[in-house]
């Protein structure tokens, strides 16, 4: 099974500054990671989604880092903005499994104050 | 492409009364996820459909909560008798596929069903 963990809890930071956010997985036999953002009462709105067989994807101003050896991911955010100001998870899926089955972290929270 | 569609939004219930939540997923996706979010953690997954069949339900409270999945579209997910840690957020989630076959399986997930139980 998956047990992935995100450190910190929460973050806060100024806007403009560049954000890195990390998670780390257990379970290196990673099939995929994906990274979700989640603002107060709201859904998850895919961000992110890294396959076994990449090393990261970029986005915009987000790009996500997979190293499957140290069972970590890595979250960038380019010149934050007040409008990144959200919850962000990852979660991952092992490959052993046959099934597509998300284990998530905990979350990091993160304030970009203006 | 629409979304992911789930209702009700918001649900304030009695302990050990019963509540349903529904949930759309996307056309065409065969996986649906129910997952429960309590506050200040990560999601937790419920039950795994595959089409109108069920994957993995070993973290479903089997003695309250119930769920199906007709004719592998929309599914429906029930809590009967409710309590007071019950309370959190459902979220439903669709991927194309679960399975290993070398496809990429991004999750969507819905706008979720905040549950209060009192």
């Known amino acids: 099974k998956q047990e992935v963990t995100q450190i910190p809890a929460a973050l806060s930071v100024p806007e403009g500054e560049n954000l890195v956010l990390n998670c780390s997985f257990t379970?290196?036999?990673?099939?995929?990671l994906q990274w979700f953002r989640q603002d107060p009462g709201k859904g998850l709105t895919s961000l992110l989604l890294?396959?076994?067989?990449?090393r990261e994807q970029t986005s915009g101003r987000l790009n996500a880092s997979l190293d499957k050896s140290s069972g970590r991911s890595t979250l960038y955010i380019a010149a934050s903005q007040p409008g990144d100001s959200a919850t962000y998870l990852c979660a991952g899926s092992g490959s052993r499994s046959n099934d597509y089955k998300l284990s998530f972290g905990a979350g990091t929270t993160v304030t970009v104050r203006a | 492409e629409a979304g992911v569609a789930q209702s009700p939004r918001y649900k304030i219930i009695e302990k050990r009364q019963s509540v349903a939540f529904w949930c759309n997923p996307i056309s065409g996706h065969a996986t649906l996820y129910w997952y429960q979010q309590i506050l200040g953690q990560g999601p937790k997954l419920l039950i795994q459909?595959?089409?109108?069949?069920?994957?993995?339900d070993s973290q479903l409270p089997k003695d309250r909560f119930s769920a199906e999945r007709l004719k592998g579209v929309d599914s429906t997910l029930k809590i009967q008798p409710a309590k007071l840690e019950d309370s959190a957020v459902y979220l439903c989630a669709s991927s194309l596929t679960g399975q290993w076959d070398g496809r990429v399986t991004e999750a969507f997930f819905g706008q979720g069903t905040r549950l209060t139980v009192v």
């Open positions: 459909f595959q089409n109108n069949g069920v994957v993995d």
């Open positions: 890294i396959q076994s067989s990449q």
């Open positions: 379970d290196s036999a990673i099939y995929n």
